[in-house]
């Protein structure tokens, strides 16, 4: 078999071909990520028809991204191991299938059934999003492409209970997988010739082992804090959940240490410009997917407004952060990383502490208010923490790194989400009403949001200790 090298051009051209390959597969993690969020506008309405709770109910959300990120942990053997084109269809493929399940499901676990397979998609094309850019973007134009991508991170999630909450309002929410059908066959006709192979492919072994140490890990953390809600921070559920997790993880790094081929090669953790960046950028992400569920659900459950409204209002943030995406990677190329960086979280940290102070009285249009200056702070932080901590590995690192990154942020995200909906639902006084408890437990959550932002000013610290130059 001819072997091909990974070479990045001196050029600062993308070719109109490589151009539509990174559209499609772009289009892709969009539309896989956009469906994360959709239905959390859904929520009230499912736990009335399907008659579920709010920590149950919120499964169709933590399953979703939980599920992506188990795929993430495999994301650089399967780019080992298969073609870009490969993973590109059968992505797309798991997408149908599950928007097929989805939009037919009679029950609660139907529907989550659905989802789970619904987000291999998202797994899949989210790490080959960023190899595709990486292998065809030369150095000197990765801020604006890897800006662009990140966009996709930020925006879809933003986006989703918007699309859900107009899907909703047109008929019902099984619109949201009934419209994205045609769109994601369009996405599989248009990349399917225009993606390229420029890496090696080789036939690697995968390590079940380390996949099952890993998911172990994983599942049972989510489950544990899934259970404080209900049996509280002293519980066997919890301690059980969270000290087998950390088994779990010791002893995936025990096997790591001695496999050749390790699912996630821990030793990129040695740089500490990686290792710092990463936290700050897991910490933007667990907020970001946190607030895009909390905030709809408080303005229907909190507020009175309807789901139309629900997502609405997410929606001018969303469009201005769209604009201004672009500048945000133009500035990490022209000033270097610590201005959009600092910036951004300094715009993030500001926002949060709105939404903290004034917790139990939000009402429609503070909220989109702070929304806008929430996500232009996060959005101008996340996607130029990736791309500075990416540019600090070597290139034979970087499909293990962005490996890592997107396994992180998945991970951070179900978390966000599940902690989130933990703390909204935690007060419980038989003298409130369900909308003031609910108002309550919110406060709490957007308070722990404001502390994982001020912590991050601290990881940024060190960061720009550790780093040389930030251009």
Wanted: hydrophobic share 55%; glycine share 8%.
């Amino acid at each position: 078999m001819k072997r091909k090298r990974l070479v990045l051009s001196n050029s600062t051209k993308v070719t109109s071909k490589e151009l539509v390959a990174i559209f499609a597969v772009a289009l892709m993690a969009f539309v896989g990520i956009l469906v994360e969020t959709s239905m959390n506008v859904t929520f009230p309405t499912l736990m009335k028809t399907m008659h579920v709770s709010l920590n149950l109910v919120q499964w169709i959300t933590t399953g979703y991204l939980l599920t992506v990120a188990l795929l993430m942990i495999t994301s650089a053997f399967l780019h080992q191991r298969f073609k870009n084109r490969q993973l590109f269809v059968v992505g797309a493929s798991l997408f149908i299938l599950g928007d097929l399940i989805c939009a037919f499901a009679p029950n609660f676990w139907i529907l989550l059934l659905g989802r789970i397979v619904q987000a291999g998609c998202a797994g899949i094309a989210i790490p080959l999003m960023f190899n595709v850019v990486l292998e065809t973007v030369p150095r000197a134009r990765l801020g604006f492409y890897i800006g662009m991508a990140g966009l996709i991170l930020m925006i879809a999630p933003a986006s989703g209970p918007t699309f859900g909450g107009v899907m909703v309002a047109l008929g019902s929410w099984r619109w949201i997988f009934w419209s994205t059908l045609p769109i994601e066959a369009l996405i599989l006709i248009l990349g399917y010739g225009a993606i390229r192979q420029v890496s090696d492919v080789r036939p690697v072994h995968f390590d079940w082992k380390q996949f099952g140490l890993l998911a172990v890990a994983f599942i049972s953390c989510m489950l544990g804090v899934n259970s404080l809600s209900t049996a509280g921070w002293l519980s066997w559920q919890f301690l059980g959940g969270v000290l087998l997790a950390i088994v779990a993880i010791l002893s995936y790094v025990q096997v790591a240490k001695r496999s050749a081929q390790p699912l996630l090669k821990l030793e990129i953790f040695k740089n500490p410009v990686f290792t710092y960046s990463f936290f700050a950028y897991v910490s933007l992400q667990f907020c970001n997917i946190g607030i895009n569920f909390a905030l709809p659900n408080y303005a229907q459950i909190v507020v009175g407004a309807g789901s139309l409204i629900g997502g609405l209002m997410l929606l001018p943030g969303s469009l201005i952060t769209a604009v201004c995406q672009p500048w945000f990677g133009h500035l990490l190329d022209a000033h270097g990383a610590r201005l959009p960086i600092l910036l951004g979280n300094s715009l993030f940290v500001l926002a949060a502490l709105g939404f903290t102070l004034m917790g139990q009285h939000l009402s429609v249009i503070i909220i989109a208010v702070l929304y806008i200056v929430f996500s232009i702070g996060r959005s101008m932080a996340f996607s130029n923490t990736m791309t500075n901590g990416l540019k600090e590995v070597t290139i034979q690192q970087r499909a293990d790194a962005n490996a890592i990154y997107n396994t992180g942020q998945q991970f951070a995200g179900s978390l966000g989400t599940t902690i989130l909906a933990a703390l909204m639902s935690s007060v419980k006084n038989g003298q409130m009403s369900y909308a003031h408890e609910t108002a309550v437990g919110s406060q709490l959550a957007f308070g722990l949001i404001l502390v994982l932002g001020l912590l991050n000013f601290i990881l940024y610290t060190v960061v720009f200790r550790y780093q040389t130059t930030d251009k």
